[in-house]
């Protein structure tokens, strides 16, 4: 193993870490899951600290570290979902969202060929909004309950973004596409 394959490993820790995260939330082990979660994000957080400041970065590191994300957040969004701690529209919301990305991803790379995976500016506060709800829901059940009115105006914060991410996806990935094939 080198250097520069760190920031890969440690987001394959992360992707290992989705089950028991989602075995912890679905007992409402809150604490433990809290925990794991808040982990899951440091480690996010390194393996892109790594990569940028070794110039440590690959295609499959910008592949598999939004994948990461993506399977932690929807996996934490459902079963929150499941135990009706989260609404299930939201869910439903978040989920449909990160599909119709992926689909549009695949559909583009078949038809045009490879592209830049990079996230827009919006899209990094929708996930930003996302990590925020699930930490204070299981900070709100787990640890302390935070005063009234704080995970509604978390879930405003997500149904937002996630509605203004979906439509900057679907406007800047729908153009691009369309000039592709004009061309």
Request: with cysteine.
């Amino acid at each position: 193993m080198k250097g520069r394959d760190l920031p890969n490993l440690i987001t394959l820790s992360r992707i290992l870490l989705v089950a028991p995260m989602g075995v912890l939330l679905f007992r409402q082990w809150d604490r433990a899951a809290l925990t794991l979660f808040a982990l899951a994000g440091l480690s996010d957080a390194l393996d892109g600290a790594l990569a940028k400041r070794y110039g440590w970065t690959s295609r499959i590191g910008a592949l598999l570290d939004p994948l990461a994300d993506k399977l932690l957040l929807v996996c934490a969004y459902g079963v929150l979902g499941w135990l009706e701690v989260v609404p299930r529209w939201l869910v439903a919301l978040v989920v449909a969202r990160d599909l119709t990305i992926v689909a549009g991803a695949v559909a583009y790379h078949f038809r045009f060929g490879p592209f830049d995976p990079a996230p827009s500016p919006v899209s990094k506060w929708n996930t930003t909004a996302q990590i925020v709800l699930v930490l204070a829901v299981l900070f709100d059940r787990g640890v302390y309950p935070l005063a009234g009115g704080w995970i509604e105006t978390f879930m405003a914060m997500v149904l937002v973004t996630t509605v203004a991410s979906w439509a900057d996806y679907l406007w800047v990935w729908g153009r691009r596409g369309w000039q592709e094939a004009r061309r």
